[in-house]
């Protein structure tokens, strides 16, 4: 006979046979058979955050590291409802995380118990699946089950809400060892025959094709195919904000990220092109611009592993419902070098005058934003650091002039936009890089007040992360768009900020703070030598914009460009 | 043609729910939904109708649909050939002078009479929508007091059909995988 385990057992021991080592949460009193059965087993390390939301973030920044499932815990109600921010985060950019959170008993749900919230039924709209456990029986296969439905497929988060009598009741413990099998999924999709060779046929008649890459070639590990089509074909490639790092950065044909802040050429050449290959990117609005008028002469291809995306926001001539990777294997051996060179020089050109207009080259002693970044990159580009941004105009200005050249090193919300996000991202992805790969978080005032408390939980845990708030004193990129579109009117968007020095003493985390651009070096150096956790404020420009812009629902060529200088 | 669908889904408390809050997250519009059980325990039968028509559009919603893990085979019977059934229940005001006129047109409809009192009377009529508000219409001037119909019923006619339900049966038994 089986030994008898209790579910807050079965839990922890389904955890270890997952591979988890570590996971990020907050105790509660609907959990608190699960918190207690850990500290039974100290294969696995607990990460305390100071909010439910931190948590997930964290889980996510974990599992965008390493592409393992992250781990994220909380007490029933207000601990569960908290991590519903972080959860739509997680669905939104197809990051695999498990969310087991408590509930009260099940004698007592639907009763309006103390913290009760019909928790699957909030999360379900945000969730790629969810559960409420009723039976201690059902725990082990549901918890596989949630694992292998997070990290399969495409990815995305799964809830597991279980009842603390769930959690107290005992059962006999057998892991199940078989496969899971469900009969309404299955994420292997494959291409037919007919497909790849209609595929085939357009990609080596194109004269202007472009590879759009996205989050999809780094989830199905597929950047080397990406790539190897790409020089055999002398095919350019942008990618989204996701895909970013998928494409070595400095590679000749990577024209950089597409979009409304994306690079002009990027934008020019998918107007231009007769063909786009899109490669596990779902035509988000912020990369199409106005659809009637997107890359209107092109035939479009189309694979994604989820089948949901296929025609959904852009009409494509082909599309294919398969992993990437094994579609792109499928088709490599018969894609036939040519001769594109026109088609290359005209996109050569376009960067050009790009590149003329960069605000890097401004020399007119202005400390800015995207200066400061760009210096960052400089600095820490050897060690191909984890850098996590935050939402708003830094994120965008880190997508332009961090040269990302190594996937998985740009983690970010991209979908959701979620401010917030990059503190608690970056102490889950801390956990999960390489002890030698160095975590550089670059965050503006605004997000990094949404979740400043988890500066505690870096301190506590002694995690080794730089923090470079980029300071402009304003809700940067909502006042670009009151400067552009609102008549400067500044709507509630100048944000005072506390002395972020004293704060980080106050802490216990280095503090430093730059106004010149001179001075950045130093404190990079600094916060770079320091065991733990740094944090530097770049006191930088007020009213800087982030150029090229695309304004929503203008046509992607119509771009608002930097000024020359 | 409005888009008709049939879905196979697993049994479980939910489900419902989870349909219903795809189709309004997504924003497609349920025009009718019936859910009742299969042939196959464990495994419940829907058939929904939305008023989808483009065949692209179409797929969108198919394959929303069938990414809900707990959806186990969706259908576009749109373009089959289907037989497609409603049922209503009419009560009409009726008294003894009218109520052989309504029994006619109820007869005319292969309609019937479940119930009469001595003001009214309940006509119980199946067919497709149009057969419905066809008798509807007629009945109005004796006034309608009230209606129930179900949502729309769909099967494909002849004896080919894409999939074997009897292929599910293991799961609708836990497959063995489930400790009860």
């Given at each position: 006979m089986a030994e008898m385990k209790t579910g807050a057992q079965i839990v922890i021991e389904c955890l270890i046979k997952e591979g988890v080592e570590v996971v990020f949460g907050y105790p509660g009193g609907a959990n608190l058979p699960i918190y207690d059965a850990m500290t039974f087993y100290p294969k696995i390390h607990h990460v305390l955050t100071r909010h439910e939301q931190g948590a997930t973030h964290a889980a996510d920044g974990y599992a965008r590291v390493t592409g393992q499932v992250g781990v994220a815990m909380a007490t029933s109600g207000p601990g569960a409802t908290n991590m519903v921010t972080g959860i739509a985060t997680a669905k939104m950019d197809s990051s695999p995380i498990v969310c087991i959170t408590g509930q009260v008993g099940t004698g007592a749900i639907g009763g309006d118990a103390f913290q009760e919230t019909d928790v699957t039924g909030v999360t379900l709209p945000v969730t790629k699946h969810n559960y409420l456990v009723t039976d201690v029986r059902d725990l082990a296969y549901t918890i596989k089950e949630a694992f292998y439905i997070a990290r399969t497929g495409r990815p995305g988060p799964v809830l597991i809400d279980i009842p603390k009598d769930v959690q107290n009741a005992k059962c006999e413990f057998v892991y199940p060892e078989d496969p899971i099998d469900l009969p309404g999924y299955h994420p292997a999709a494959r291409a037919t025959v007919a497909q790849v060779a209609r595929a085939l046929a357009l990609i080596n008649a194109a004269k202007k094709p472009v590879i759009l890459a996205g989050h999809g070639i780094l989830l199905s590990g597929a950047t080397g195919q990406v790539l190897e089509m790409a020089e055999k074909g002398s095919i350019p490639i942008t990618t989204t904000l996701l895909g970013i790092g998928g494409i070595p950065a400095g590679h000749p044909l990577n024209m950089g990220m597409m979009g409304m802040h994306g690079e002009a050429a990027a934008n020019q050449a998918i107007q231009e092109a007769d063909l786009l290959l899109a490669?596990?990117?779902?035509?988000d609005d912020r990369v199409t611009g106005k659809l009637a008028t997107y890359s209107p002469n092109s035939k479009k291809i189309h694979i994604d592993i989820d089948a949901s995306e296929l025609n959904k926001n852009v009409r494509v001539d082909v599309a294919i419902n398969a992993d990437l990777q094994v579609v792109l294997e499928q088709f490599n051996g018969d894609v036939e070098a040519a001769d594109r060179t026109a088609w290359l020089n005209a996109i050569r050109d376009w960067q050009e005058d790009s590149s003329q207009r960069?605000?890097?080259?401004?020399?007119?002693?202005i400390f800015r934003a995207a200066q400061a970044i760009f210096d960052v990159w400089k600095f820490t580009k050897d060690n191909n650091p984890v850098v996590v941004s935050d939402v708003g105009q830094h994120q965008m200005l880190e997508a332009q002039?961090?040269?990302?050249?190594?996937?998985?090193t740009l983690i970010t919300s991209g979908?959701?936009?979620?401010?917030?996000?990059s503190l608690p991202a970056a102490i889950g992805a801390r956990f999960g890089a390489p002890k030698g790969q160095e975590v550089w978080v670059i965050v503006g005032d605004g997000s990094i007040q949404m979740t400043i408390t988890e500066l505690m939980t870096a301190v506590q845990e002694n995690s080794n992360i730089n923090i470079c708030i980029i300071n402009n004193g304003y809700l940067g990129m909502v006042r670009q768009w009151q400067q552009l579109f609102y008549d400067e009117r500044y709507a509630e968007t100048p944000i005072l900020s506390p002395d972020y020095v004293k704060l980080a003493e106050a802490y216990g985390v280095q503090g430093l703070r730059v106004t010149k651009r001179e001075d950045t070096l130093a404190a990079l150096s600094a916060a770079k030598a320091h065991n733990g956790p740094s944090l530097i404020e770049f006191v930088v420009e007020q009213h800087d914009m982030v150029y090229p812009m695309v304004p929503a629902g203008a046509d992607l060529h119509q771009m608002i460009r930097r000024p020359t200088a | 043609m409005k888009q008709t669908l049939i879905a196979l889904v697993?049994?479980?408390?939910g489900v419902l729910n989870r349909v219903a809050s795809l189709f309004r997250r997504r924003n497609f519009n349920i025009e009718s939904l019936a859910v009742g059980h299969s042939e196959t325990p464990g495994i419940s039968r829907m058939t929904i109708v939305t008023d989808e028509e483009e065949l692209l559009r179409r797929n969108v919603v198919r394959e929303n649909l069938f990414r809900?893990?707990?959806?186990?085979e969706v259908d576009d019977v749109t373009d089959q050939p289907t037989v497609v059934r409603e049922t209503a229940l009419i009560k009409v005001r009726a008294n003894a002078t009218k109520r052989a006129e309504i029994m006619n047109i109820a007869d005319i409809y292969r309609a019937r009479i479940v119930d009469v009192a001595t003001e009214s009377l309940i006509v119980e009529i199946t067919g497709d929508a149009d057969k419905i508000n066809s008798m509807t219409d007629l009945l109005k001037p004796f006034g309608i007091i009230e209606t129930a119909r179900t949502g729309a019923l769909a099967m494909t006619r002849g004896t080919v059909t894409p999939r074997d339900p009897a292929s599910y049966a293991k799961y609708a038994a836990g497959n063995g995988k489930r400790s009860h």
């Amino acid at each position: 006979m089986a030994e008898m385990k209790t579910g807050a057992q079965i839990v922890i021991e389904c955890l270890i046979k997952e591979g988890v080592e570590v996971v990020f949460g907050y105790p509660g009193g609907a959990n608190l058979p699960i918190y207690d059965a850990m500290t039974f087993y100290p294969k696995i390390h607990h990460v305390l955050t100071r909010h439910e939301q931190g948590a997930t973030h964290a889980a996510d920044g974990y599992a965008r590291v390493t592409g393992q499932v992250g781990v994220a815990m909380a007490t029933s109600g207000p601990g569960a409802t908290n991590m519903v921010t972080g959860i739509a985060t997680a669905k939104m950019d197809s990051s695999p995380i498990v969310c087991i959170t408590g509930q009260v008993g099940t004698g007592a749900i639907g009763g309006d118990a103390f913290q009760e919230t019909d928790v699957t039924g909030v999360t379900l709209p945000v969730t790629k699946h969810n559960y409420l456990v009723t039976d201690v029986r059902d725990l082990a296969y549901t918890i596989k089950e949630a694992f292998y439905i997070a990290r399969t497929g495409r990815p995305g988060p799964v809830l597991i809400d279980i009842p603390k009598d769930v959690q107290n009741a005992k059962c006999e413990f057998v892991y199940p060892e078989d496969p899971i099998d469900l009969p309404g999924y299955h994420p292997a999709a494959r291409a037919t025959v007919a497909q790849v060779a209609r595929a085939l046929a357009l990609i080596n008649a194109a004269k202007k094709p472009v590879i759009l890459a996205g989050h999809g070639i780094l989830l199905s590990g597929a950047t080397g195919q990406v790539l190897e089509m790409a020089e055999k074909g002398s095919i350019p490639i942008t990618t989204t904000l996701l895909g970013i790092g998928g494409i070595p950065a400095g590679h000749p044909l990577n024209m950089g990220m597409m979009g409304m802040h994306g690079e002009a050429a990027a934008n020019q050449a998918i107007q231009e092109a007769d063909l786009l290959l899109a490669f596990g990117m779902r035509f988000d609005d912020r990369v199409t611009g106005k659809l009637a008028t997107y890359s209107p002469n092109s035939k479009k291809i189309h694979i994604d592993i989820d089948a949901s995306e296929l025609n959904k926001n852009v009409r494509v001539d082909v599309a294919i419902n398969a992993d990437l990777q094994v579609v792109l294997e499928q088709f490599n051996g018969d894609v036939e070098a040519a001769d594109r060179t026109a088609w290359l020089n005209a996109i050569r050109d376009w960067q050009e005058d790009s590149s003329q207009r960069d605000i890097i080259n401004s020399n007119d002693g202005i400390f800015r934003a995207a200066q400061a970044i760009f210096d960052v990159w400089k600095f820490t580009k050897d060690n191909n650091p984890v850098v996590v941004s935050d939402v708003g105009q830094h994120q965008m200005l880190e997508a332009q002039y961090f040269k990302h050249e190594k996937p998985h090193t740009l983690i970010t919300s991209g979908g959701l936009g979620t401010m917030g996000f990059s503190l608690p991202a970056a102490i889950g992805a801390r956990f999960g890089a390489p002890k030698g790969q160095e975590v550089w978080v670059i965050v503006g005032d605004g997000s990094i007040q949404m979740t400043i408390t988890e500066l505690m939980t870096a301190v506590q845990e002694n995690s080794n992360i730089n923090i470079c708030i980029i300071n402009n004193g304003y809700l940067g990129m909502v006042r670009q768009w009151q400067q552009l579109f609102y008549d400067e009117r500044y709507a509630e968007t100048p944000i005072l900020s506390p002395d972020y020095v004293k704060l980080a003493e106050a802490y216990g985390v280095q503090g430093l703070r730059v106004t010149k651009r001179e001075d950045t070096l130093a404190a990079l150096s600094a916060a770079k030598a320091h065991n733990g956790p740094s944090l530097i404020e770049f006191v930088v420009e007020q009213h800087d914009m982030v150029y090229p812009m695309v304004p929503a629902g203008a046509d992607l060529h119509q771009m608002i460009r930097r000024p020359t200088a | 043609m409005k888009q008709t669908l049939i879905a196979l889904v697993e049994d479980k408390p939910g489900v419902l729910n989870r349909v219903a809050s795809l189709f309004r997250r997504r924003n497609f519009n349920i025009e009718s939904l019936a859910v009742g059980h299969s042939e196959t325990p464990g495994i419940s039968r829907m058939t929904i109708v939305t008023d989808e028509e483009e065949l692209l559009r179409r797929n969108v919603v198919r394959e929303n649909l069938f990414r809900l893990i707990n959806v186990i085979e969706v259908d576009d019977v749109t373009d089959q050939p289907t037989v497609v059934r409603e049922t209503a229940l009419i009560k009409v005001r009726a008294n003894a002078t009218k109520r052989a006129e309504i029994m006619n047109i109820a007869d005319i409809y292969r309609a019937r009479i479940v119930d009469v009192a001595t003001e009214s009377l309940i006509v119980e009529i199946t067919g497709d929508a149009d057969k419905i508000n066809s008798m509807t219409d007629l009945l109005k001037p004796f006034g309608i007091i009230e209606t129930a119909r179900t949502g729309a019923l769909a099967m494909t006619r002849g004896t080919v059909t894409p999939r074997d339900p009897a292929s599910y049966a293991k799961y609708a038994a836990g497959n063995g995988k489930r400790s009860h």
